[in-house]
């Protein structure tokens, strides 16, 4: 795929993580115009002849390589290689939007360290909501030869490029690996969610719900985009049938409504990620002849949106093992409690304990992080936002999700197939697992 700084979405940040997509560069013309512009300024820039943080107001000269070495110092378990492939890419798209002043010469190689597979190694902890700054700096001392790629062919070069002073700010004045987190989760959740419908359509035939709940007229009359997409997946799904009952519970009557507004939350949460995928946002901004210092920066915007996706991934999940319990119950399938084989076996029933253990995980991911903020570098940045937690919350909210939906696909199967006798069900949770995500989306979440 081309990378032009512009066009940059979710799922092509997913491709070129998990190795589906490759990358080319398109024009260079923006990042240029921006890096020599920067080469003609005068004057007090920050960064590039002062320090940072506090020390914004101390002339350095030429101490952008020790700024480099000093915040290259994250903490933790290295982040899976996809996740740092997915930052490279979106920090190259960046690049290529322009506004950074960094020296086009380095794009290249990043495009050349995507595409062989060499990525840097980055830490779990280290990044707060005004920038990804340790992982960056680990990339660009990675682009030095200071520090050692994690990964890569032991055939290949490894990538290298001599980053000068001037570039060090303006490359890791970037919050690409937060972005990178979300988009990937963005993407995957919106392959579950869609998936959620086909589960809720078979839970559906299992207890004979009825359809009248997604009914045309009954949706147009509250027209919420997701809630008229999902009565719509459905309809098409159930066909015509008459109900087995006046009305149902909350977990199929009310599932067009509360679905919807997950798919909704999911919808503003990728347009706000892409937005970011493809804007400048660093500072200072090189544009036109000037430097800009602004505060474009600050991620609010994407702590808002995951935190509201985050918060809409509850009751969806809810919603599913609500109908899980109602499949347990014979008055809606006609069989034997916990669809056992025969009167007091246990069938099914330890589906709605995994069930409940991944949903008090999801409930746990979707505390918000926007109701907080820190205070730095001795209070100059007095108000940094934790986007980065917002990302790494809900890529790991993919998981119990995941799990959530395979056991209710599970019950339903077992309702409408013949009695099963008693036996683990830990490869049928397996199985629905990978029903749900199939390859290449199939892998370990965050």
């Not at 512009?37 to 101490?63: C, F, H, I, M, W």
């Amino acid at each position: 795929m081309e990378l032009d700084g512009a066009a940059l979405t979710c799922a092509q940040v997913h491709a070129v993580a998990y190795g589906t997509a490759r990358v080319t560069i398109g024009s260079l013309d923006r990042a240029r115009a921006a890096w020599e512009t920067a080469q003609e300024l005068s004057g007090p820039v920050y960064g590039r002849g002062t320090g940072v943080g506090a020390n914004k107001d101390v002339q350095v000269d030429g101490g952008g390589l020790d700024l480099l070495r000093s915040h290259a110092g994250g903490a933790g378990p290295l982040v899976p290689p996809e996740q740092a492939r997915a930052m490279l890419a979106v920090r190259l798209n960046q690049l290529l939007a322009g506004g950074s002043g960094v020296d086009p010469g380095a794009l290249p190689v990043l495009a050349e360290a995507v595409n062989a597979g060499f990525t840097p190694p980055v830490r779990t902890y280290g990044a707060i909501g005004t920038g990804d700054l340790t992982a960056l700096a680990t990339t660009a001392l990675c682009l030095l030869g200071e520090i050692g790629w994690r990964t890569g062919p032991e055939d290949v070069p490894a990538p290298r490029y001599a980053l000068a002073s001037g570039d060090a700010l303006p490359f890791i004045s970037s919050g690409a690996a937060t972005l990178a987190d979300a988009a990937l989760a963005c993407h995957r959740l919106r392959g579950l969610l869609d998936a959620a419908v086909e589960v809720a359509a078979l839970s559906f035939d299992a207890a004979g719900a009825s359809a009248e709940p997604v009914a045309a007229p009954v949706q147009e009359a509250r027209p919420h985009p997701g809630q008229a997409l999902t009565a719509a997946r459905l309809r098409g799904l159930l066909g015509g049938r008459p109900p087995a009952r006046l009305q149902d519970p909350y977990g199929f009557r009310a599932f067009p409504q509360v679905h919807g507004a997950a798919l909704d939350a999911l919808a503003r949460a990728e347009q706000v990620v892409e937005t970011d995928l493809n804007s400048a946002t660093e500072n200072p901004l090189i544009a036109g002849s000037l430097a800009w210092h602004n505060g474009n920066f600050h991620s609010a915007p994407v702590a808002l949106a995951l935190d509201t996706l985050r918060a809409a991934l509850v009751p969806a999940a809810q919603l599913s093992a609500a109908r899980l319990a109602t499949l347990m119950e014979p008055a809606y399938t006609g069989r034997p409690p916990f669809l056992a084989a025969r009167a007091g076996g246990s069938g099914v029933m330890i589906l709605e304990y995994v069930a409940q253990d991944a949903l008090a995980e999801l409930r746990h991911l979707a505390t918000p992080v926007t109701i907080a903020t820190a205070a730095i570098s001795r209070g100059t940045e007095d108000h940094a936002g934790f986007a980065t937690q917002a990302a790494r919350y809900a890529l790991r909210c993919v998981e119990p999700l995941e799990i959530v939906l395979a056991c209710e696909r599970v019950a339903a199967g077992r309702a409408l197939g013949d009695p099963v006798p008693d036996r683990p069900l830990t490869t049928d949770i397996e199985a629905a697992r990978q029903a749900l995500t199939p390859p290449p989306d199939r892998h370990r979440a965050g």
